[in-house]
């Protein structure tokens, strides 16, 4: 989950004021659980892979929060991501699994994450079907792509938007779908974005705003999850591979 943000026009173009860090100002978020904060530092040598210390909490949780964070850490690369992350704390959230708030950088994970579900490639969970990971690195891995989206600005450019047709047009929606969040104890509501119909998401979920699809397509890229792109998913993959993993894309061999 990533805050929802203010300020975009409806061609898509940023008129947000930049904060002194080149990060977007905007509001911050409101967890809707309440419980004990823990916070794991994630220090200055983390940006080399180097140690995370922690603070707090019953340690089983922390140790494995550590490794998980850990494990996202070395999928995603971490030139994307440098000062991104602040800080990981773990923090009852309700029924929100994760958040990144982009004023601070701090990222919260939500200690139910640690229970040992699982989500497969279809963003389920009940009954699993395809290739599946546990719900802590799903959603570690999806909170660090807000943050790199963040960063680098990857998750709002025209090129991004572009490929879901995401728009905010509230006068012309023909032609438009968007995400009605229905989940209990979730903002009740539709999303104020749109996206063209027929647009390719990773999950349903992915469809609430361009970030969250961003988020899920570099967290799919970063699990190995490329196989469920398809030929209309693929476009979205390529811009990662391209500016994320700076890696050449299949179009240009095509
Ligand atoms: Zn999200």
Redesign the pocket.
């Known amino acids: 989950?990533?805050p929802l943000s203010t300020g975009f026009g409806s061609d898509g173009a940023s008129t947000r004021h930049r904060g002194p860090r080149g990060r977007a100002w905007r509001r911050k978020p409101s967890p809707s659980g309440d419980g004990v904060v823990t916070e794991i530092i994630l220090d200055a040598g983390a940006a080399a892979g180097g140690d995370l210390t922690s603070h707090q909490m019953v340690m089983d949780t922390v140790t494995r929060a550590k490794m998980i964070v850990a494990q996202a850490w070395s999928l995603l690369p971490r030139a994307c991501l440098a000062g991104a992350v602040t800080k990981i704390r773990l923090q009852d959230l309700g029924a929100v699994h994760g958040q990144y708030d982009p004023d601070t950088g701090v990222l919260t994970l939500n200690p139910m994450l640690y229970d040992g579900r699982q989500i497969d490639d279809a963003g389920g969970a009940d009954p699993l079907r395809g290739p599946r990971v546990s719900r802590a690195l799903h959603t570690t891995l999806?909170?660090f792509s807000?943050a790199l989206g963040d960063a680098t600005g990857l998750d709002r450019r025209p090129a991004w938007l572009v490929l879901s047709g995401w728009v905010k047009d509230e006068q012309d929606a023909s032609g438009y779908g968007r995400y009605w969040e229905r989940r209990p104890g979730w903002d009740y509501g539709p999303s104020p974005w749109r996206y063209r119909h027929g647009s390719w998401f990773c999950r349903e979920y992915s469809s609430k705003t361009p970030?969250?699809d961003f988020?899920d397509v570099v967290t799919y890229r970063a699990l190995g999850w490329t196989h469920v792109f398809g030929q209309s998913g693929r476009p979205k993959l390529w811009y990662v591979n391209r500016h994320v993993w700076r890696e050449p894309d299949e179009a240009e061999q095509e």
């Open positions: 989950m990533r999806h909170e807000h970030y969250e988020a």
